[in-house]
């Protein structure tokens, strides 16, 4: 049973529709890129898988079970969880304030769960007490995932993670995605920089104009030579 699943999604924003019968699926443990051209429906997938945007056609399955119209505090809860790629943190709290709120459905000591993210993350134990405000770029994208990671989800969707950072913290934030799925989790992943994200993936698609274009492993994909030309620079 696959852990994600979306057939004939379609979706927008008000009457303008950016996806048009999309279907992708995500097995336990992978790691799947989403890549493609600016404007291609990347990220409005991402919002409409976690129910921030209303899916007009289609069914979206977690687990087994449909969650078409389920709100993201029930998805949360189910084990799925979204970092956006903006917005994704307080910048008036401190890191540890932060982890915390993103065990907010949860009651008792979170001593342990802080562990795991700063085992992950060693940066953050270092500038736990530090407004998240005063933080780098790099440093917040920390934040950000690990907040998302206070849950313990099945699935972690991540849009542009390594967006604006510089190239070596970049290399870093894939390094620690890698380790993030070799606990387990499922990563769903949209990234600017599509040559590393398709090296990572265990499968991958590729949308363009809202649509399901290339689907399969990430490596392949890679090596594909229309790929190449239309979406990796040649």
């Known amino acids: 049973m696959s852990l994600l699943k979306a057939e004939g999604v379609s979706g927008g924003y008000g009457d303008l529709e950016v996806l ?4 992708i699926r995500v097995e336990p443990g992978e790691i799947v890129s989403l890549i493609g051209p600016n404007g291609a429906g990347k990220s409005t997938l991402l919002k409409t898988l976690f129910g921030l945007l209303r899916c007009r056609r289609g069914v979206i399955r977690f687990k087994g079970e449909e969650v078409t119209h389920a709100l993201p505090e029930a ?3 189910k084990g799925m969880a979204y970092v956006p790629q903006v917005d994704n943190v307080f910048p008036s709290l401190s890191a ?3 982890l915390e709120m993103g065990a907010f459905v949860l009651s008792g000591d979170l001593k342990e769960r802080k562990e795991r993210v700063f ?8 500038r736990r007490h530090q407004r998240v405000g005063r933080m780098s770029g790099g440093e917040r994208q920390m934040v950000a995932i690990g907040r998302a990671l206070m ?5 972690l969707m991540l849009d542009e993670p390594s967006a604006g950072l510089a190239p070596v913290l970049v290399d870093h934030i894939f390094e620690q995605i890698l380790a993030i799925n070799r606990t387990g989790v499922a990563i769903l992943m949209v990234e600017q920089n599509a040559k590393k994200s398709l090296e990572l993936a265990h499968r991958a698609y590729v949308l363009a104009a809202g649509q399901n274009r290339f689907e399969g492993p990430g490596p392949e994909l890679l090596t594909n030579p229309e790929i190449g030309r239309l979406y990796l620079g040649g």
């Not at 085992?119 to 270092?126: A, G, Q, S, V």
């Not at 849950?151 to 699935?155: H, R, S, W």
């Open 119 to 126: 085992r992950l993350f060693p940066r953050l134990r270092e």
């Open 96 to 98: 540890e304030e932060n």
């Open 20 to 23: 048009r019968d999309v279907s």
């Open 75 to 77: 998805l949360v809860r």
């Open 151 to 155: 849950l313990d989800p099945e699935l």
